[in-house]
């Protein structure tokens, strides 16, 4: 089974108590929610990036103006194989937008480009998105498809996230924005081996991040991130101490048994 990419309803759909999930790929199912397009027994080597004409004309039928969750996940009895990029499921562009979702969560590691095509059709704002398993540069993507004209309350990025990479992109993220409570974008970063100055290295990547992230509205309210190796902990902590102040963020931190320095920076405004 390849990864799997659906839409979940919420309760106002047309069946309580399903689990009203709609699989994307070029294959017509009837669920008990209604259309959907279900996930087909073909391994990765299937062009899903070039579906037929029969499943564009599919997908441009269904709607999903009742989804609220939109996942992208592994089917039950998948294990990934060894390839170097994510598959292209190129008929979720052709799908209609999904106006009511508020959260979009990427847990496959095969799910970046199924995450980048679906981020492209969520609304204005968004509650939360989560992407899992992704690798960096690619959680990266998945955070940029959104784009600068949408706006998410908080985002959590589970595996680790070149610093660099991640305040390069800056300008093409959403405004990580909330309504109401804090607005948080959630990381990991890892210290290059070669990098002598690993503070340093923290130090200018936030600076960076906090500059391309706060102005014109963008209204980042707070960050977290977790900064691997633990043998880095001493000079990031050096450069970083607990209490300091970078812009209008100030920095509390705390290393943990694992060792791994965990760093949450909060706006003053």
């Not at 937008?97 to 059709?121: M, N």
């Not at 963020?249 to 694992?258: A, H, I, L, P």
């Amino acid at each position: 089974m390849t990864p799997q990419a659906g839409a979940d309803r919420d309760s106002t759909g047309p069946a309580s108590g399903c689990p009203c999930v709609a699989w994307l790929s070029p294959v017509n199912h009837e669920s008990p929610c209604g259309s959907a397009l279900a996930s087909a027994d073909n391994d990765l080597t299937h062009p899903i990036d070039d579906p037929s004409q029969a499943a564009v004309g599919v997908a441009k039928t269904l709607s999903f103006d009742n989804a609220n969750r939109v996942l992208v996940k592994d089917a039950r009895d998948f294990t990934a194989p060894a390839v170097s990029a994510s598959p292209v499921p190129f008929v979720i562009a052709h799908l209609l937008p999904f106006p009511k979702a508020r959260e979009l969560r990427v847990s496959s590691k095969l799910g970046g480009a199924a995450g980048r095509l679906l981020a492209d059709k969520m609304p204005s704002r968004v509650r939360r998105m989560d992407i899992l398993s992704v690798p960096g540069a690619e959680a990266v993507a998945v955070l940029g498809a959104l784009g600068r004209e949408r706006q998410v309350e908080n985002v959590y990025m589970g595996e680790a996230v070149d610093l660099t990479q991640l305040a390069q992109s800056a300008a093409s993220f959403p405004a990580i924005l909330a309504v109401t409570g804090a607005s948080v974008l959630s990381f990991t970063t890892k210290v290059p081996d070669t990098v002598e100055d690993a503070g340093g290295y923290i130090l200018t990547g936030l600076s960076y991040r906090i500059q391309h992230m706060t102005g014109r509205g963008r209204g980042l309210h707070g960050m977290e991130l977790r900064v691997e190796p633990s043998t880095v902990a001493a000079s990031v902590q050096a450069r970083v101490p607990d209490g300091a102040r970078i812009g209008h963020f100030v920095v509390s931190s705390k290393q943990w048994r694992t060792r791994t320095l965990a760093m949450t920076l909060y706006s003053t405004l």
